[in-house]
C-alpha cells in the first residue's frame, strides 16, 4: 500500500498580512499620501487599507482642477445627478447594486439588473415599499458609481464653474497658464528600492505648479497648511522626481491657492523649505527600511520616539500662592 502524500492546507493571508508582505518586498509603490500618513507603522498600514472616500472639500477641489486643467475629460471623470441616497436604507440598498454589478461586469445595469435581482436585494433593507420605484430614483447614482465616476450635486458643479471662470479671468493667471507645457505629469521613480508615482497638476519650463483648493486663500492661512498638511514634503518629492527623470534640473515650486469666496494667491516655496522637505523624504525612507529590519509594522508612535515629555508652556496659566517662596 502507497503511503498517502498529504497536502500543507493553503493559509490565506488577510489583507494586512498581504500589505505587509507587499512592504517588506518592496513590492507596493508608495507616494506622497503614503509618507504623509507615516507618522507612525500602523497609521502607515490603516491608510494602505482604507478605502479612499473623498469628503465634499476634496470633491470640490477635485472637479476645479478638472475645470481648470483638463476640462475635456469632465464627463469621463464626472457625473451630475439630482438627487443621491440620503437614509440608511437608500445607501445600503443602492450600495449592495453597486457591488453586485461590479462583481458581475456589468456595463448597463438597466439591462443586466433585473427585476428579480432589484427586488430580492431591496427587501434586505425594506420591510415595505416600491422596490423598482425606489431603484428609478437611485438609478443615476447607482450607474454612475459602476462606472467608476464622481458624483455631484448640479449646486456643487455651478458652484465650481463660477470659481473657475473666476480665475481664468484674472490677468496674472492667464499670464500663469500662457507658460504651461503639461498638466497632470505622471511622474514615477524610485528610492531606495520603493517604487514611488506623483501626478504634477502644472509643470512648466522650470517650475511645478501646485493647485491647492483651500477655506481660506489668505497666504497667511494657507502658510500653516504648508506646513500642518506636509505639503512641504510634496514640493520636495516633486521636485525630486523631476530632477531624477531628467525633465528639470532646477524646478521652483509654488501653490495657486483659490477658496469659493473667489479669493485666490500665488505663493512661492521658499528653496529652503524644499531642502527641508528633502530632508523629511529621506528620513522617512529610512525609517520605512528599519520597519522591514525590525519588523515594526505594528508599532505605533513609539517607532519614532520611545519617550515623549511634554514641558510646561511659557504661555500657561499661572498661580500666585500667599505662602510661596519662590
Not at 500663469?176 to 498638466?183: D, K, M
Not at 525633465?247 to 500665488?266: A, G, Q, T
Not at 505605533?300 to 511634554?310: A, C, D, H, L, Q
Request: hydrophobic fraction near 35%; include cysteine; aromatic fraction near 12%.
Amino acid at each position: 500500500m502507497q503511503n498517502e502524500v498529504t497536502q500543507e492546507p493553503v493559509i490565506e493571508l488577510s489583507p494586512r498580512e498581504r500589505l505587509i508582505e507587499g512592504l517588506n518586498s518592496k513590492s507596493v509603490r508608495l507616494s506622497y499620501s503614503t509618507l504623509k500618513h507615516f507618522n507612525s507603522p500602523i497609521n502607515l498600514i490603516n491608510y494602505k487599507l482604507k478605502e479612499f472616500k473623498p469628503n465634499d472639500s476634496m470633491t470640490f477641489g477635485s472637479v476645479c482642477d478638472c475645470l481648470l486643467l483638463t476640462p475635456d475629460d469632465f464627463d469621463n471623470k464626472f457625473k451630475v445627478i439630482n438627487s443621491v441616497p440620503s437614509t440608511d436604507n437608500q445607501i445600503g440598498f443602492a450600495d449592495a447594486l453597486i457591488q453586485l454589478s461590479k462583481y458581475n461586469g456589468y456595463d448597463n445595469i438597466m439591462i443586466e439588473l433585473s427585476n428579480e435581482i432589484i427586488e430580492k436585494e431591496f427587501k434586505k433593507f425594506y420591510k415595505r415599499g416600491d422596490a423598482l420605484k425606489t431603484f428609478d430614483s437611485l438609478k443615476e447614482y447607482i450607474e454612475g458609481s459602476v462606472k467608476g465616476k464622481t458624483l455631484i450635486t448640479p449646486e456643487m458643479k455651478a458652484e465650481a464653474d463660477d470659481v473657475c471662470n473666476n480665475l481664468l479671468d484674472q490677468d496674472d493667471i492667464q499670464i500663469l497658464f500662457s507658460q504651461i507645457t503639461e498638466v497632470q505629469k505622471k511622474v514615477e521613480w524610485k528610492e531606495n528600492g520603493w517604487d514611488f508615482i506623483g501626478y504634477l497638476d502644472i509643470l512648466m519650463p522650470g517650475r511645478i505648479v501646485d493647485l491647492k483648493f483651500s477655506k481660506d486663500a489668505n497666504p497667511e492661512r494657507f502658510e500653516r497648511d504648508i506646513a500642518n498638511l506636509d505639503y512641504f514634503l510634496q514640493a520636495a518629492m516633486y521636485c525630486h522626481a523631476v530632477k531624477e527623470l531628467g525633465i528639470e534640473e532646477h524646478p521652483s515650486y509654488s501653490f495657486l491657492v483659490f477658496d469659493k469666496s473667489k479669493n485666490y494667491s500665488i505663493i512661492d516655496l521658499d528653496y529652503s523649505y524644499i531642502a527641508y522637505g528633502m530632508k523629511k523624504y529621506k528620513y522617512l525612507i529610512q525609517q520605512l527600511d528599519r520597519c522591514i529590519s525590525e519588523n515594526a509594522w505594528e508599532d505605533s508612535f513609539n517607532f519614532f520616539k520611545r519617550i515623549y515629555t511634554v514641558y510646561k508652556p511659557k504661555w500657561i496659566k499661572g498661580f500666585e500662592l500667599s505662602n510661596d517662596e519662590d
